[in-house]
């Protein structure tokens, strides 16, 4: 089979947002738009050569296409080895620890994340780095620039492989490996929990329902959760991945799995509920009655992952990004540990965890992982709480209330504005910019303005700098507001409006969230002036 250079035009629009490249499947499907950025890839980490590429997606439509391409262009431009999940599947995580686990050179994650799938929807591309981590920006900016003058793209033409067959095939010099995309993560797995306590758990009759949404983590839930710990058949719903999703919204939050928050507030409840996301990075956690929003779960956590098998030589350090709210903070602060804020973004936590200074981190965006994996990880945070839960016996609600009586409460909430134009968006934030230098001191209700100020981060390992990453307005421990746009939409600009207020009176930590958060609601109202710059009376959607 020859291998042809093939002349094509750049495209300019192919800059990476928060987590890769994300589009409609109808721009992917523009000729040569996919073979560019590969082709940009490879030219701009030329180190590929010579190594093995991991190569997998979450399933949604086009997934296969673009799989046999990127093999095919992996094989024309001196990849020595490809590592394939069976039927292109891998989920996020399960990629990130097979990068490591073969000493890869890199990874092409096919998936638009939590986005919709089908001939209509999203799809997208993530190039994770050696160690697993996603591309940090100073390569994604390179990569990009390269896009915008590409003159032509190397491919090996007539490729035929079989990816729903297990083993070595060959194309070219290239090795092409097709692998179970279970295996290795089920056993990592088993490295950090206590399977033992868990099939008891489950033994004793205590129930979990995961919802894999039709997406990826269908066969990893299957195989860990039913096979492996022996809970019924009935834990694991929509199990099956399908290249639409079943035509449902992947994105396990109040909203898209409002089905779950249902469950859980009737007599038929689980002792834990959970939810997963397009391409398994994501977890949604919900008791009895109880939901726990992403910030909370990633303090509960790092309170107790010292209970758990993988994680006995305790913490080195906890992180957060930005806008996540800071309850995982009271806990880096009882424990005396190393503590970091970052921008948005799983790949400002890879140099951290790289250099040993991370054991957990989280974000608002239903993302929490550990240093086992570069990436966050869905079904590794269910597996967590399933392991404090069997450990402590104490239920969801127990753990979130102790949790609250010592370190306090953070009632918190996102307001999305989803589809504004692009300068409709650049107004608002332009806006609360330009108030920033004079709000400092100023009160509303019972809060005083202590901090406003647009975020930036310096890297404390690579000494990197990223700016704009989001304006603040920081009512000192008590409350803040944040304000950023959404760098993963692929239709029109989302703005995102962070509340957070911060109780420790005994009787303020039993309050609804929409109620708690009502006061700062009406002060974001004056401050931010989302409403009356945009137009809209209410945000698409809160979480
Ligand atoms: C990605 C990133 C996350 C980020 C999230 C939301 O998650 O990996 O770090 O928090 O997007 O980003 P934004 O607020 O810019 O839309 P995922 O699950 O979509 O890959």
Redesign the pocket.
């Known amino acids: 089979m020859p291998i042809r250079e093939i002349q094509t035009k750049p495209y300019t629009d192919q800059k990476s ?3 890769g490249l994300r589009k409609k499947v109808a721009v992917f499907q523009q000729p040569h738009y996919l073979e560019n950025f590969l082709q940009s890839i490879f030219d701009t980490e030329t180190t590929l050569r010579g190594k093995t590429l991991i190569i997998g997606g979450d399933g949604r439509y086009y997934n296969r296409d673009a799989i046999y391409t990127a093999i095919a262009m992996a094989a024309a431009n001196g990849v020595a080895k490809v590592v394939v999940g069976q039927g292109g599947l891998l989920s996020t995580p399960a990629a990130s620890h097979l990068i490591r686990l073969r000493g890869a050179g890199g990874g092409f994650l096919f998936t638009a ?2 986005n919709p799938a089908g001939p209509d929807g999203d799809f997208g591309i993530k190039f994770n780095v050696a160690g697993g981590g996603q591309a940090p920006e100073g390569l994604t900016g390179r990569i990009y620039e390269h896009s915008k003058t590409i003159q032509r793209y190397r491919i090996v033409e007539g490729a035929s492989l079989d990816l729903d067959r297990r083993g070595m095939q060959k194309l070219e010099d290239t090795e092409i490996e097709v692998v179970d995309c279970v295996d290795d993560y089920a056993a990592l797995m088993q490295t950090l929990f206590d399977f033992d306590r868990l099939r008891d758990w489950f033994k004793k009759g205590h129930s979990l329902r995961f919802d894999a949404m039709h997406a990826v983590t269908g066969p990893y839930a299957q195989r860990i959760l039913v096979e492996q710990l022996g809970a019924p058949q009935s834990t694991v719903m929509n199990g099956c991945p399908l290249e639409d999703f079943g035509g449902g919204h992947p994105d396990p939050n109040l909203i898209y799995a409002k089905h779950l928050v249902d469950l859980v507030n009737s007599p038929a409840s689980p002792d834990l509920a959970a939810a997963s ?1 397009g ?1 398994g ?2 977890n949604m956690i919900l008791g009895r009655g109880i939901f726990i929003s992403p910030g909370d779960s990633l303090a509960m956590l790092a309170a107790h992952l010292h209970r758990l098998p993988g994680y006995r030589d305790g913490l080195k350090g906890l992180a957060r ?1 930005m806008p996540t709210c800071r309850a995982v903070d009271q806990v880096a602060k009882a424990l005396a540990v190393e503590f970091h804020e970052t921008p ?3 790949k400002f936590f890879a140099n951290l965890l790289d250099a040993g200074r991370l054991t957990l981190c989280g ?1 608002e ?1 239903f ?1 929490t992982s550990s240093s086992h994996a570069r990436e ?1 990880d869905g079904l590794w945070a269910v597996l967590a709480w399933l392991n404090v839960l069997a450990a402590t016996g104490l239920s969801v609600r127990e753990i979130a209330q102790q949790h609250w009586q010592r370190f306090g409460r953070h009632y918190f909430a996102r307001h999305d504005y989803e589809n504004l134009s692009a300068a409709t968006a650049a107004t608002v934030m332009q806006a609360l910019a330009d108030a920033t230098a004079h709000l400092p001191g100023k009160s509303y209700d019972d809060y005083t303005v202590a901090l406003a100020d647009d975020f930036s981060y310096r890297d404390p390992v690579d000494g990197s700098i990223a700016v704009n990453q989001g304006l603040r307005v920081v009512f000192g421990d008590s409350a803040r507001i944040v304000l ?1 746009q ?4 692929t239709e029109g600009a ?1 703005l ?1 409006l962070y509340l957070e207020r911060y109780e420790s009176r005994e009787t303020a930590l039993a309050w609804e969230t929409a109620e708690a958060l009502a006061p700062l609601s009406n002060i974001a109202d004056q401050i931010v002036r989302i409403g009356e710059l945009t137009g809209r009376k209410a945000p698409s959607v809160v979480t």
Request: hydrophobic share 10%.
């Open positions: 947002g928060t987590a994340s939590h996301d391409d990075d994501r990004s948005t973004g799983w974000e965006s993302g966050k950023r959404s760098g993963t939409g989302t995102r």
